[in-house]
C-alpha cells in the first residue's frame, strides 16, 4: 500500500489509560547475575525459568546467529521444503561456511541493526544506588521524585511496538502503518516529561518545547497506585478544545482516543455531544496494560486503524454516519450505550435495553455495521461546539437573592474555559432511607447542603438522580422536595433509573426524564445542555413559586427535554 492509498489518523492520547500503560520494567536476571545482585526468583520461591525480554533499542550493529527450525516444534519435520543454512557453528561456536563435523549445528547468520526498531532484550538497568529494580519505585510507596512512571506520554511507542512485535493471522506485522500514517497527540495524557522535553508536537497542532510538567495537572495516571490521580472537571475543557484543533485542521480520516477503561464511555459520549466533526472518533481502552500476558489493547487499535480506513461508517455525503463509538473486542459499540461491567477483555455491554451494539470487526478485519444510531450525534448534535453560545445566563446568590446572569463560557477562539465546564453531581437514591417511620428531614441535610453549595458557585450547575428503575423516581417525599427546590432555584435536575435501567423515566412537569441512560451518561448530557441552554430561571421564592414562574420553568425544561429525547 503505497502512501497515496493510506488513511491519515490522529491518535488522542486520554487519562489513566491502561492501554497507554507498561508493566514495571523489573531489572533481569542477566543483569543481577553481572552486578552480582541477589537473583529473582517466582513468587513460591523456586529459580525463574527465563528472563522476561522488553522492546529496547541496539545501540549499534549486532551479528547474532539463529538456529535453524528453533522457529517451531515442527519445523524440522518439513526440513525437505527448507533452503540450506547459511553456515554452521562447530564446538567452539566459531561459524564456518560448510559443515566441518556431524556435531555442528546449522544457523542462519543474521545482522541486527539500531534501524530494524525494537528488540526484546533482557532489561539491564538498576537503581542510581545498585539496586535492582522491582517495581516502578525505588522503595514500595515512595515520593513522586522516587517513582518512574509507566504510562507513555503518548501513543507513538505502544503503536510502534505493536508494529514491530504484533503478527497477524497471516503471519505479518506493521499491522497499522501498513493501513497509515499516525500523528500523536497528547490532548490530556497518562505520563508527562516531569523534566521538560523539546521540540515536541504539542497539542494545539503545531511544534515546541514542553516544559516540566506536573501530575495531577498536566498528566493523569493511576500508577503507582499511591500516587494515583485522575483529572477534574475543568480539564474536559482542555480534552474537548484539543480535540476540536486537531479534528478542524482536515487532515484526518478519523481519530483515536485512548482512556482508562472505566472512563472511556463517559468521554466518548461527551465526544459525541460536543465535537462538530463529520469524521470518525473512535474509543479504545485496555483491561491489561501494554505487554502484559495477553493484552487486549493492541488488537482493540489495530481494529479502530481498520475501521476507520474501512469507511462502514461513511454515508452517501462521507460523513460519518455511526457517531463516536468505542471499538472493544472486536464489538462496536455507540458512545450512548456503551458501559463497562467488568475487569477483563470482553467485560463491555450495551445498556439501555434498545441496541447499542453497531456491528463488530470480523476475525481478518472487515468492518461490519449492522445497525446505525438514530440519535443525534457530532456534527448533527443541538449541543455541539459550533452551536453552543458564548454566554449563557447562570444562576447565583446575590445578597441573599437568587439572580440569573450571563456569564462567558467561550473565548473569543471559541475554546470553551475551563471555568464554565458545569458541575453536575449524581444522587443516588435507594429504598428504606428515612431513619424513622414517615419522612425523616434529616435525610435531606447532604443534599441542602450540596445545593446551596451549587448556588454560591456562580457557575453551571445541576443534578442527576438515580431513582427506582426504570421510572426515575425517589423513594423519599423529603428528598425530592429539596431537589424541587433546586429545579426553581435554578438547578435542572435529571431522573434516571438506577444501575443499567432498561425502560424509560417518566415525564415530570419540572425535573427532565433521563430516558434509558445511565446516571453516568445522562449527567455529560446534562452538562453539555447546560452549555447550550444555561441554568433554568429561578423563582423569587423556591418554596412557593407563581403560576407565571412555574410556567417558565415548564417552558424552560422543555427545552432541555427535547435534546435528552433526541440524544
Not at 505479518?172 to 521540540?199: C, E, K, M, Q, W
Not at 477483563?344 to 445497525?371: D, E, F, K, Q
Not at 458564548?390 to 445578597?399: A, H
Amino acid at each position: 500500500m503505497t502512501n497515496e492509498t493510506k488513511v491519515k489518523i490522529a491518535h488522542l492520547a486520554g487519562p489513566t489509560a491502561t492501554i497507554q500503560n507498561s508493566p514495571p520494567l523489573v531489572t533481569s536476571n542477566k543483569a543481577r547475575l553481572k552486578y552480582g545482585l541477589p537473583l529473582r526468583a517466582n513468587p513460591n520461591g523456586s529459580a525463574a525459568r527465563f528472563d522476561v525480554l522488553r522492546a529496547q533499542r541496539l545501540a549499534a550493529p549486532a551479528k547474532v546467529y539463529v538456529e535453524c527450525f528453533s522457529a517451531h516444534p515442527l519445523e524440522a519435520d518439513a526440513a525437505p521444503l527448507y533452503g540450506p543454512p547459511d553456515g554452521y557453528l562447530d564446538a567452539k561456536g566459531v561459524f564456518n561456511k560448510e559443515r566441518t563435523s556431524p556435531q555442528d549445528k546449522p544457523v542462519f547468520e543474521v545482522e541486527l541493526n539500531p534501524d530494524d526498531g525494537l528488540y526484546p532484550l533482557p532489561y539491564m538497568a538498576r537503581q542510581a544506588d545498585g539496586a535492582a529494580w522491582e517495581e516502578e519505585c525505588t522503595t514500595a510507596g515512595a515520593t513522586p521524585d522516587q517513582a518512574r512512571q509507566g504510562f507513555y506520554p503518548d501513543g507513538s511507542r505502544s503503536f510502534e511496538e505493536i508494529d514491530r512485535l504484533s503478527i497477524n493471522a497471516a503471519g505479518l506485522g506493521n499491522a497499522i502503518s501498513a493501513i497509515a500514517d499516525v500523528d500523536f497527540y497528547r490532548v490530556l495524557p497518562t505520563g508527562g516529561y516531569t523534566r521538560g522535553l523539546a521540540h515536541a508536537q504539542r497539542t494545539d497542532v503545531g511544534e515546541g518545547d514542553i516544559p516540566p510538567e506536573i501530575r495531577g495537572k498536566d498528566f493523569y495516571a493511576y500508577k503507582p497506585f499511591h500516587l494515583g490521580e485522575s483529572p477534574p472537571r475543568p480539564s474536559l475543557a482542555r480534552l474537548t478544545n484539543a480535540t476540536r484543533r486537531v479534528l478542524d485542521t482536515g487532515k484526518y480520516a478519523g481519530a483515536i482516543f485512548t482512556q482508562g477503561s472505566p472512563q472511556v464511555e463517559e468521554t466518548a459520549y461527551w465526544f459525541n455531544l460536543l465535537i462538530d466533526t463529520t469524521v470518525p472518533i473512535c474509543g479504545n481502552a485496555a483491561q491489561r496494560p501494554h505487554g502484559e500476558l495477553s493484552n487486549d489493547g493492541p488488537k482493540n487499535l489495530t481494529d479502530s486503524v481498520e475501521y476507520i480506513a474501512s469507511r462502514v461508517w461513511a454515508d452517501e455525503n462521507g460523513r460519518n454516519r455511526a457517531g463516536v463509538i468505542v471499538l472493544q473486542e472486536q464489538r462496536i459499540f455507540a458512545a450512548r450505550e456503551v458501559m463497562k461491567m467488568d475487569a477483563r477483555p470482553g467485560g463491555y455491554a450495551a445498556t439501555g435495553g434498545h441496541g447499542g451494539v453497531l456491528g463488530g470487526m470480523g476475525y481478518h478485519g472487515a468492518a461490519v455495521l449492522h445497525y446505525l444510531p438514530a440519535l443525534r450525534h457530532t456534527y448533527r448534535s443541538d449541543v455541539n461546539l459550533s452551536k453552543i453560545p458564548s454566554s449563557v445566563p447562570v444562576v447565583r446568590i446575590d445578597n441573599g437573592r437568587l439572580m440569573r446572569a450571563d456569564v462567558t463560557i467561550r473565548d473569543n477562539s471559541g475554546d470553551l474555559l475551563e471555568s464554565a465546564i458545569p458541575s453536575v453531581s449524581i444522587v443516588k437514591d435507594g429504598s428504606y432511607t428515612a431513619e424513622d417511620y414517615f419522612d425523616d428531614a434529616s435525610v435531606t441535610e447532604d443534599l441542602t447542603i450540596r445545593v446551596e453549595q451549587k448556588l454560591r458557585l456562580n457557575r453551571l450547575g445541576g443534578f442527576v438522580t438515580e431513582g427506582l428503575s426504570p421510572y426515575g423516581s425517589m423513594t423519599s417525599s423529603v428528598r425530592q422536595a429539596v431537589l424541587q427546590r433546586a429545579i426553581f432555584s435554578g438547578l435542572p435536575v435529571v431522573r434516571v433509573g438506577r444501575g443499567n435501567p432498561e425502560g424509560f423515566a417518566d415525564p415530570h412537569p419540572y425535573f427532565i426524564p433521563g430516558s434509558n441512560l445511565t446516571s453516568t451518561k445522562a449527567r455529560m448530557l446534562l452538562m453539555a445542555c447546560l452549555l447550550k441552554l444555561g441554568s433554568l430561571p429561578p423563582a423569587k421564592d423556591p418554596d412557593n413559586p407563581t403560576a407565571d414562574e412555574l410556567a417558565a420553568t415548564r417552558k424552560a425544561v422543555a427545552a432541555y427535554q427535547a435534546i435528552f429525547s433526541t440524544h
